[in-house]
């Protein structure tokens, strides 16, 4: 079992930066692939980006073309904790985010291949 606890989320304005950050509990958890989705109501939830354990204190990233160039994942805190950084916000990245745990190395962009799901945090741009 893997427990996964965002925060982070606020107001912003367009052009400005946040960073959440996704706290994971449980055995292992730092060897979990560890992901961000987002949603909007009355649509999917989508990939964002995504970073799986390759080695001791090492991680391979990926991201989401909407999302390359302005927001970064990171692990922090031995692996344990899963960050993204976005910069150069837009209102269209207003959204409910959510943070997501994966078994394996691989680096999984859907839905159904993420075990463990945070309860979300809420992203507001404004322009």
């Known amino acids: 079992q893997v427990q996964l606890a965002e925060s982070g989320g606020g107001l912003v304005q367009a052009g400005g930066s946040l960073r959440l950050s996704c706290a994971a509990s449980g055995r292992t958890a730092n060897r979990y692939t560890m992901g961000w989705f987002r949603q909007v109501p009355g649509k999917e939830r989508e990939f964002v980006a995504t970073?799986?354990?390759?080695?001791?204190?090492?991680?391979?990233?990926a991201s989401a073309d909407s999302v390359k160039g302005r927001f970064t994942i990171s692990r922090a805190d031995a692996g344990n904790t899963v960050n993204l950084q976005m910069n150069s916000l837009k209102p269209e990245d207003t959204a409910v985010y959510y943070c997501?745990?994966?078994?394996?190395?691989?680096?999984?962009?859907?839905?159904?291949?993420?075990?463990?799901w945070g309860q979300g945090t809420q992203v507001t741009v404004y322009s």
């Open positions: 970073t799986s354990w390759i080695g001791t204190n090492s991680y391979r990233a």
């Open positions: 997501a745990a994966a078994p394996g190395v691989l680096l999984p962009t859907r839905l159904n291949e993420y075990d463990y």
